[in-house]
């Protein structure tokens, strides 16, 4: 359901172009790693990862369940709440695995949330946390990067500059590129695979934003958060 609605919607933001490195195969049981900029960022993964032939469940903040009829869509498609902060929090890793071995994809931001700046300027993933290292390390899965540019000239900054933004995209057309690297395994090492992750996932970006002509500059790295 998501994912029809996404590749119905995002076209009229503006055109969408996905790439993948060269024999590219997002196997059942995978974890796709994605960078996330903007609020309209997932509905462009979506979209790019329908018109690939996959529909993954996505591991999100618990908040959007409490919305209704998107928080029923939520539950029944088998996506995965994530309770920041608060007792529940282990409960995503579980419900991830669970997915993984039922053989979905599973597609987690490794930066677990969004960037604070308001700008729409573009830039490198942030720091990433250490779930998708150990979603990894407990599951086996492989792992496949994302990067995806151009969702922050769609929307940004405050909400009325999001709204504003939303409303004019269809006049602009600001367009948005995916692509799509080669899967891998990480190490056990949690520290040493989320590095990992995070160059990859850069990696994939930088192609997105360089396709779209825009600037690549790395965001500067902080200490990765546990």
């Given at each position: 359901?998501?994912?029809?609605?996404?590749?119905?919607?995002?076209?009229?933001?503006?055109?969408?172009?996905?790439?993948?490195?060269?024999?590219?195969?997002?196997?059942?049981?995978?974890?796709?790693?994605?960078?996330?900029?903007?609020?309209?960022?997932?509905?462009?993964?979506?979209?790019?990862?329908?018109?690939?032939?996959?529909?993954?469940?996505?591991?999100?903040?618990?908040g959007l369940w409490r919305i209704p009829v998107l928080g029923r869509y939520l539950e029944r498609e088998g996506h995965?709440?994530?309770?920041?902060?608060?007792?529940?929090?282990?409960?995503?890793?579980?419900?991830?695995?669970?997915?993984?071995?039922?053989?979905?994809?599973?597609?987690?931001?490794?930066?677990?949330?969004?960037?604070?700046?308001?700008?729409?300027?573009?830039?490198?993933?942030?720091?990433?946390?250490?779930?998708?290292?150990?979603?990894?390390?407990?599951?086996?899965?492989?792992?496949?990067?994302?990067?995806?540019?151009?969702?922050?000239?769609?929307?940004?900054?405050?909400?009325?500059?999001?709204?504003?933004?939303?409303?004019?995209?269809?006049?602009?057309?600001?367009?948005?590129?995916?692509?799509?690297?080669?899967?891998?395994?990480?190490?056990?090492?949690?520290?040493?695979?989320?590095?990992?992750?995070?160059?990859?996932?850069?990696?994939?970006?930088?192609?997105?934003?360089?396709?779209?002509?825009?600037?690549?500059?790395?965001?500067?790295?902080?200490?990765?958060?546990?």
């Open positions: 359901m998501l994912s029809t609605l996404a590749a119905a919607v995002v076209p009229s933001f503006g055109p969408l172009t996905v790439t993948t490195d060269a024999d590219v195969e997002l196997a059942p049981g995978s974890i796709i790693a994605a960078n996330h900029t903007s609020l309209v960022d997932p509905a462009i993964v979506f979209a790019a990862l329908r018109s690939l032939g996959v529909a993954p469940v996505v591991m999100a903040t618990a995965v709440p994530v309770h920041r902060h608060t007792i529940r929090a282990a409960e995503a890793l579980e419900g991830a695995a669970a997915a993984l071995a039922a053989g979905r994809l599973v597609l987690i931001y490794g930066e677990g949330g969004l960037p604070p700046r308001k700008d729409a300027s573009e830039a490198g993933p942030g720091p990433f946390r250490r779930g998708l290292a150990r979603l990894a390390s407990t599951t086996g899965a492989p792992v496949v990067p994302l990067g995806h540019a151009g969702a922050r000239r769609i929307s940004s900054g405050g909400r009325t500059k999001q709204l504003a933004g939303l409303l004019t995209a269809g006049v602009r057309r600001p367009g948005a590129h995916v692509h799509v690297g080669m899967p891998f395994r990480l190490s056990d090492d949690a520290a040493a695979a989320t590095a990992r992750a995070h160059q990859a996932v850069t990696a994939a970006w930088k192609t997105a934003a360089e396709r779209l002509g825009l600037p690549s500059a790395p965001a500067p790295l902080r200490r990765t958060q546990a």
